[in-house]
């Protein structure tokens, strides 16, 4: 089975200052993975994927993330975050053996103060 | 259509009564999965339809819970004798392919009452 831990609920950055937030997964096969925002009131959007390739994944907004395979962890940055970023943040994975649909974290709410 | 699309946006409904959720996958998607999302709360797994195979329903809570879908086509969640518990926002998604990117809809949200 897979599993993924978002390790913080809620983190609290001032505008402009940088952030990361964690993502650890489980799984003892190869995976996709993910991550999501979710804007108040709004669906889930995707920020970025890593499928194969460079560890180093670039996706909207001026995000990235980095897949490490060692530490199974997945963690998204961004050197420099705004006020319109506050948002829930959701990391998924997929493949493997078992379930194939996504499995998502329990989201990580990104607080960005003026 | 241009996105996944879910309908009702919005539905409140009696305790007891049941529910019909629906949900316009992307064309061509052949996978379509089924999430529920309570109040400040993750995504929760209930149901994944992948082309022709037998749909995993490893995350419907009870029996209460079914979905179909006909092909490659619309899927439909149903609820029977609503709880208030079931209150939440039911989210579907769609993808290409069984492991790629889902899109997300705008999502049903219920409220029982």
């Known amino acids: 089975a897979q599993s993924v831990t978002q390790l913080d609920s809620q983190v609290p950055v001032f505008e402009e200052a940088p952030v990361e937030l964690r993502c650890n997964y489980s799984s003892s096969v190869s995976v996709y993975l993910f991550w999501y925002v979710q804007y108040p009131n709004q669906g889930l959007q995707l920020l970025l994927k890593y499928l194969s390739g460079s560890t180093l994944v670039k996706g909207i907004n001026g995000f990235e993330a980095e897949f490490n395979k060692s530490q199974t962890s997945f963690h998204l940055r961004k050197p420099s975050v705004h006020i319109s970023d506050t948002a829930e943040y959701f990391c998924?994975?997929?493949?493997?053996?078992?379930?194939?649909?996504?499995?998502f974290g329990s989201g990580t709410r990104l607080q960005v103060q003026p | 259509g241009a996105g996944v699309s879910q309908s009702p946006s919005n539905k409140v409904t009696e305790k007891g009564k049941d529910v019909e959720l629906r949900c316009d996958p992307i064309?061509?998607?052949?996978?379509l999965y089924w999430y529920r999302q309570r109040l400040g709360q993750g995504l929760e797994f209930l149901i994944y339809?992948?082309?022709?195979?037998?749909?995993?329903k490893s995350g419907l809570p009870s029996d209460r819970f079914s979905a179909e879908r006909t092909g490659e086509s619309v899927s439909t969640l149903t609820i029977q004798r609503t709880q208030q518990e079931d209150s939440a926002v039911y989210l579907c998604?769609?993808?290409?392919?069984?492991?790629?990117?889902?899109?997300f809809g705008q999502g049903t949200r219920l409220t029982v009452v």
């Open positions: 998924a994975v997929s493949g493997g053996t078992g379930r194939r649909a996504l499995t």
């Open positions: 339809f992948q082309g022709n195979s037998a749909p995993d």
């Open positions: 998604a769609s993808s290409l392919q069984g492991y790629t990117e889902a899109f």
């Open positions: 064309s061509g998607h052949t996978a």
